[in-house]
């Protein structure tokens, strides 16, 4: 098994890189969202790998860590998803955005994945959902990074701000809008559903 690949990025072609280490160039196919964070050609690059054995081939899909790898792993264990479809899905969302998507049950957001219906997503979620621990994905998901040191955690389990998440996609926003809106707050364990609510419909 390859478990990562070290070395030096020599090519970029659409859905793939090209990594030489130790004299050999793996062609490692990677999601877009991967494409978009690489070194330039000719710097060095850490890949994690899945190496993937089919009746029609061997083929090598990389990522940037361990736990976007794991992301990719998961979903293969859906019923109907294959590694294509699986790279699919996390080119069009990053694997924090579709942990979030999980959680907060936003098929919709699965589903533009080329290939990937409105079943497939239902699935993806149901399979998933207990995998994923909606506590850690309300901390950590979005486009802002981590939170900072300021801002307070989420209750275990999310608690009132997944009500809050909840509340927001009734109002008409994207289960990943509100997830992202929520996650910016500094909360803390004596707030409400309520006070999460309105302080999250201020960065919407």
Do not use: W
């Not at 264990?77 to 294509?84: A, E, F, H, R």
């Not at 479809?85 to 955005?97: E, M, Q």
């Not at 506590?135 to 997944?162: M, N, Q, T, W, Y």
């Not at 289960?175 to 919407?204: C, F, K, P, S, Y």
């Amino acid at each position: 098994m390859i478990s990562f690949v070290h070395g030096i990025l020599c090519d970029l072609e659409e859905g793939s890189i090209v990594v030489e280490a130790g004299g050999v160039g793996y062609g490692i196919y990677v999601p877009a969202t991967v494409l978009q964070q690489l070194p330039s050609i000719g710097e060095e690059v850490k890949i994690y790998t899945y190496f993937s054995v089919r009746e029609d081939g061997q083929s090598l899909y990389g990522f940037l860590n361990k736990e976007d790898r794991e992301m990719f792993r998961q979903l293969l264990s859906v019923n109907g998803i294959g590694p294509k479809g699986a790279l699919g899905i996390l080119s069009v969302l990053r694997p924090d955005d579709l942990r979030m998507a999980i959680i907060t049950g936003d098929a919709k957001s699965i589903s533009r994945a080329p290939g990937i219906g409105a079943k497939t997503a239902q699935r993806v979620i149901l399979d998933l959902k207990d995998k994923i621990d909606a506590g850690a994905v309300l901390r950590h998901a979005g486009e802002e990074g981590p939170l900072p040191e300021s801002g307070g955690p989420f209750p275990a389990g999310g608690g009132p701000a997944e009500e809050a998440v909840e509340a927001l996609a009734s109002l008409g926003y994207s289960r990943l809008e509100a997830g992202r809106a929520v996650r910016r707050l500094a909360i803390t364990e004596d707030m409400t559903a309520e006070q999460i609510l309105r302080l999250a419909l201020r960065n919407l």
